[in-house]
């Protein structure tokens, strides 16, 4: 069987939110070279890295930051990371909520346009990082809640067939460089009745579920009695004690992913699980453990730890924790 991916994901670029616009890249070469040493120690044996605008594409150049990396770069990192027995995949965003590094192309989402700068950029990315195994075209969080905050001027959220259509766009592009697409689980966990409607269950998609507190009930995280402007938690006072309880995240957490995660998987679907140190030390071990004792093996491609942080020195001890806490996992479970 082939071996599995232990990844760990890396930003580059971070404009794929609003509140992160950056005009430069708040990234950190000597924490780069420092990153993929600790990665190669750890038997990380991949690096999913957040490109966004944070390279110059030939095809786009109005849309790549002024300190971007050249294509030389970027080939030159490839190599690098080759050497350390890494394999540097590139991640973009196509979702609406997350598009904000395509700057005017964000505006014409679904459009003809639209369509031909995703192939532009897709066919790109992939000459670019040296043919990649994967491409990852993230499309996560494509909801209300993170579509229409107030800080966006310019809201967009697909749903039903679109959001499908374009999805498939998306995955049929990636499949046509040779790369496999690579996505998070969003488009079959917000919009689960659209999937199995308008997508066809054999897509060739291997998908991210991600989870970041808690799953064991030892492990759930309690509720603060009080919001950080001192006022009384709203939830706390209706009785509810942990975040796992909380009924405005009960879809997008421990309810839903636990109950329904592993269940869809009779249809034959391919996950790389997604834990991470954000909200809870426990979730890593945890998430290992719950894939390795709940799904079948063959379709457990490998897991990506998401330390959600910025490539500078200061996130040390977060992405040495990630990466750490990973290692500890695939030994456990793994026995590897």
């Known amino acids: 069987m082939k071996e599995k991916i232990w990844a760990l994901m890396v930003y580059l670029s971070e404009n794929q ?25 750890c038997g990380i044996n991949t690096i999913l890295l957040e ?5 110059k594409f030939e095809t786009h150049p109005e849309i790549s930051m002024p300190d971007a990396w050249s294509h030389e770069r970027v080939r030159k990192e490839v190599k690098k990371c080759r050497e350390l027995g890494i394999a540097l995949i590139p991640k973009l965003n196509f979702s609406s909520a997350h598009s904000f590094w395509m700057k005017e192309w964000r505006n014409m989402t679904s459009s003809k346009p639209y369509y031909d700068f ?21 499309y996560d969080e494509e909801v209300p809640l ?9 809201q967009i959220m697909r749903k039903g067939k679109l959001l499908m259509d374009d999805f498939k766009f998306l995955i049929d592009e990636v499949n046509k460089t040779g790369a496999k697409p690579w996505a998070w689980y969003d488009p079959l966990w917000d919009h689960a009745e659209d999937y199995f409607k308008y997508m066809n269950l054999d897509e060739d998609v291997v998908l991210s579920p991600w989870y970041y507190m808690g ?15 001192g006022t009384e ?6 009785g509810f004690r942990f975040a796992e309880h909380n009924p405005a995240i009960s879809n997008a957490t421990g309810y839903w992913f636990s109950d329904e995660v592993l269940k869809v998987m009779k249809h034959g679907f391919k996950y790389i699980p997604t834990p991470s140190v954000y909200c809870n030390d426990n979730n890593t071990d945890d998430m290992v453990e719950y894939f390795k004792n709940g799904a079948p093996d063959e379709q457990i491609f490998g897991y990506l730890t998401a330390p959600w942080v910025s490539t500078v020195w200061e996130n040390k001890e977060t992405i040495d924790k990630s990466v750490e806490l990973l290692a500890a996992a695939r030994k456990k479970y793994y026995g590897e």
């Open 17 to 41: 939110w609003v509140q992160m616009l950056k005009n430069e890249l708040n990234f950190d070469d000597d924490f780069w070279d420092y990153i993929l040493k600790k990665s190669s120690e």
């Open 233 to 238: 938690n709203e939830l706390y006072k209706q």
């Open 51 to 55: 490109v966004g605008d944070g390279v």
């Open 215 to 229: 799953l064991k009930k030892e492990h759930f995280q309690p509720l603060s009695k009080y919001n950080s402007d």
């Open 146 to 154: 993170c579509c229409f905050k107030p800080e966006i001027e310019y």
């Open 118 to 138: 995703c192939r532009d950029i897709i066919q790109e990315i992939y000459e670019m990082f040296e043919k990649p195994e994967y491409i990852h075209i993230g």
